[in-house]
């Protein structure tokens, strides 16, 4: 896909200007913590995808790309902040150049802009994983199984497939709901029809039994059959509005709702009490129901998701995707709460079954009221009526169902005073009414009869409607799981045979008969390793950190092969292998050589062991890599020696741009300075906070030069090697004329250790200064490879001052201390 060729970095994190040559090779960055090594990595990712992963995700809320990718200097300047990378192109046979400023992080400027070129840019933008730090490593091992299949999902790019099942899962759920509610309601309106029909089953002879004889004392036909269809009043003319009351039957309705009325007003049924329970849950654990707010806030959040930009704060996500995955993970984490909430609504649908079977009894008693005109007992049972229908509609929205707490301590039929004193004078002034026949009582027989067979029959549908979109969601939902772990099985096998195979290669000759198995099922991928042939047992069971970390990364390579196939050309490593033993990271370096020789890794550790067995294993050379020495806020990370220091600050002071050369100079100063502190052996006085800066280390390194030029003349004496003498002291007279504290430019030198002063410098003012700071260090250099001077042994008495191509090779031990 592509290769790096070289990064320019300016103002970005930590880094104030800082020039890379990676070649289109694996390259590794090492140096202390702290030393600005995590930076290269973000600008690296920050030029390749628009993104900086640590800026992102879980704990950094209130961290962005626009406040905090900048260096902390150039805050209010983003447009100073950005990152150039020379990228070639083997699939085309192409270059190009990519810029993308934090300023407009989403429009990067490509040169050239062709078409193909844009296209990969585009494919490699996309692909935000292409980084991983050890932060993230773990969470492809000790996390829960629903945790670990949404982060491999999203690596892998499938992660709707998961979001599908959730949405289908839902969906079921709701239609479940209804389900079960339309059952309840049909039970309710069959045992209506049971008790007034007087029978103990609705087959059609039972029903035939209890409405044929009715029929018959009114002249009408027997029923032959019973169907959905058959109308058990047929051929009976409409009663008119004066006709009698069917005494019986109003006594018995009436008898039905007195004995209800006197179990009021608690009525603590299952419904009501369980209901009570969860609200005072609620108001108990004031953090549950912030939970419930959150997830209907997200909820809502999440079906108005219309491209980056989050529809409730505002705030622009890098793309669609990322924020749907954020709010993803903040509904999943408002799981517990969900729970509750959904055994609120559960006890509120059952309550609101029980509101309505009062409602049916005052129904059918306001019926008998009309007819006996009644008004004064019609008026108090409209009233409570509406009252119940009103509570009735509070129990459908969770919101309105838990500002029923008072109600529902109280009592919630709340029954209206004086109510059930009307209703017993009504129901006895019913029984004073004289008898009526039989042809009225079998008229109001058939027609309530009739009334409540319809009222089944139509719940029924209902029911079967309901029951029919429940099963199909259900085999919807069963079918998706069933073909997506099909294809999930079938990817993750390869994933775990990858896996097993990067993780066997990784600890070579420990444990060769090591296996894995990923399996998933229904939103969650469970994970299993072998521990030493005695079975498969969850990572964190028994292998130890190192082990766990390197399963992480062999784990996230083989779903990157997974992923990209050949289009794995580029990863980005920041101190992933921290834990991995030293002895297996040879064989770490040999496993990215010999499974991904076309991926180019760029690798950032803190471990100068690390750094050197990747370069012993020809992982990387001297060349493609760069090590930091240090790291302040005025000068970002302080790198090794830059031959071309001197050209680019000459090249700043001819366009008179002293505020940029300053910077430049003072780096490689504070660099040299520790450097050569410390390969001749300087003495220095201690720290504890390790602050050592040029203005302690350089005076003490050309102390201990001149000292060590000083001991190599007088052994060359002792030893008549005039030669030797006469460079040591030649050497010596050379630095003595760069350090000297008399003459024209000492002021300037002086006065240039307080870095903070230079900028104020004028190019000719500045000139001096850095002739002079370059010929104090030459004194410190071999003229023939250039490279820094150092002492051999390190420890105990110095024998010699030498160079790497051992031209410069000055004895310092006298011939007198041979004998």
Not at 424 to 452: C, G, H, W, Y
Request: aromatic share 6%; net charge negative.
């Amino acid at each position: 896909m592509i290769k790096i060729a070289s990064a320019h970095i300016e103002e970005f994190r930590g880094i104030r200007k800082l020039d890379i040559n990676l070649d289109g090779k694996t390259f590794a960055v090492s140096g202390p913590n702290g030393s600005g090594k995590s930076g290269v990595i973000d600008a690296i990712e920050f030029g390749l995808t628009g993104q900086i992963g640590r800026l992102t995700g879980r704990g950094t809320k209130g961290l962005s790309i626009g406040d905090h990718a900048p260096h902390v200097d150039r805050t209010n300047f983003p447009d100073a902040a950005f990152v150039e990378l020379e990228l070639t192109f083997p699939t085309l046979g192409k270059s190009a150049k990519l810029t993308r400023s934090v300023s407009a992080p989403k429009k990067p400027k490509i040169e050239p802009n062709d078409a193909d070129i844009v296209e990969i840019l585009e494919e490699v933008a996309s692909h935000p994983e292409i980084t991983l730090a050890r932060r993230e490593i773990l969470k492809f091992i000790l996390v829960e199984p629903t945790e670990r299949s949404k982060e491999i999902q999203a690596i892998l790019k499938i992660e709707d497939l998961g979001q599908t099942r959730s949405v289908l899962n839902t969906a079921f759920g709701k239609l479940n709901r209804a389900a079960t509610a339309a059952e309840r309601d049909t039970k309710n309106k069959r045992d209506t029809l049971l008790q007034h029909l007087s029978v103990s089953s609705l087959s059609a002879s039972d029903v035939m039994s209890a409405v044929n004889p009715k029929r018959q004392l009114l002249g009408l036909s027997a029923l032959e059959e019973v169907t959905p269809e058959t109308k058990l009043d047929h051929g009976l003319a409409e009663p008119s509005s004066e006709q009698a009351l069917n005494k019986a039957a109003a006594l018995i309705e009436l008898t039905k709702l007195k004995e209800t009325v006197d179990r009021l007003p608690a009525l603590e049924t299952p419904a009501a009490v369980g209901l009570l329970g969860h609200i005072r849950k609620l108001d108990n654990d004031p953090q549950l129901l912030i939970a419930l707010q959150q997830r209907a806030l997200v909820s809502q959040g999440l079906k108005l998701v219309d491209g980056p930009e989050c529809p409730m704060c505002d705030h622009e996500w890098p793309d669609e995707t990322h924020l749907l995955a954020h709010l993803h993970a903040k509904q999943e984490k408002s799981k517990t709460a969900g729970e509750v909430q959904q055994s609120v609504m559960d006890d509120a649908s059952a309550l609101s079954s029980e509101v309505g079977n009062l409602k049916a009894l005052l129904l059918e008693a306001h019926r008998i009221a009309k007819a006996e005109k009644a008004t004064e007992f019609q008026a108090q049972i409209e009233t409570w009526g509406k009252d119940l229908a009103s509570l009735q509609e509070k129990l459908k929205q969770f919101s309105d169902v838990l500002a029923q707490e008072d109600r529902l301590e109280e009592g919630w039929p709340a029954l209206p005073t004086g109510f059930n004193t009307a209703l017993s004078e009504f129901t006895e002034a019913v029984r004073a009414k004289p008898d009526q026949t039989a042809t009225v009582e079998a008229q109001s027989f058939l027609i309530n009869a009739d009334q409540r067979f319809r009222d089944y029959r139509d719940a029924r549908k209902v029911e079967a409607e309901a029951q029919k979109a429940r099963d199909a969601s259900k085999v919807a939902y069963e079918a998706w799981c069933s073909a997506m772990e099909t294809e999930l099985d079938a990817l993750y096998d390869a994933v775990e045979d990858d896996f097993s195979k990067f993780y066997r290669a990784l600890n070579d000759g420990d444990e060769q008969k090591f296996v894995a198995r990923l399996k998933a099922t229904e939103g969650r991928l469970d994970f299993d390793v072998n521990f030493y042939e005695r079975g498969l047992f969850p990572p964190g069971a028994f292998h130890s950190e190192g082990h766990q970390d390197g399963m992480g990364v062999c784990l996230y390579l083989a779903l990157m092969k997974r992923l990209l196939g050949d289009g794995f050309t580029v990863a980005l490593l920041d101190d992933v292998v921290m834990s991995v033993d030293a002895d297996h990271r040879y064989q770490f370096c040999k496993l990215l050589m010999s499974e991904f020789p076309d991926t180019q890794f760029v690798i950032a550790t803190h471990d100068k062991v690390w750094a050197e067995q990747m370069r012993s294993a020809k992982l990387v050379t001297r060349n493609t890599s760069i090590a930091f020495d240090s790291w302040s806020v005025d000068t970002g990370p302080l790198v090794e020696f830059n031959p071309d220091v001197w050209a680019g600050i000459e090249a700043e002071l001819a366009k008179g741009k002293v505020e940029v050369a300053a910077p430049i100079l003072r780096r490689h100063m504070e660099f040299v300075s520790r450097l050569l502190a410390d390969q001749l052996a300087a003495p220095t006085i201690f720290r504890v906070d390790n602050s050592y800066d040029m203005g302690s280390l350089l005076p003490s390194a050309m102390a201990r030069l001149k000292d060590l030029l000083g001991k190599a003349a007088d052994a060359g004496q002792s030893w008549g090697n005039e030669t030797q003498k006469a460079d040591a002291l030649a050497r010596k007279r050379k630095l003595k004329e760069a350090s000297t504290h008399k003459g024209e430019e000492d002021w300037a030198i002086n006065r240039a250790v307080h870095f903070n002063e230079w900028a104020n410098f004028g190019a000719k003012d500045f000139e001096p200064v850095v002739k002079a700071f370059r010929d104090l260090l030459n004194c410190a250099k071999c003229p023939d490879c250039d490279a820094w001077l150092y002492v051999t042994p390190r420890n105990g008495p110095a024998e010699a001052l030498r160079c790497p191509c051992s031209a410069t090779n000055l004895n310092l031990k006298r011939k007198s201390a041979q004998k």
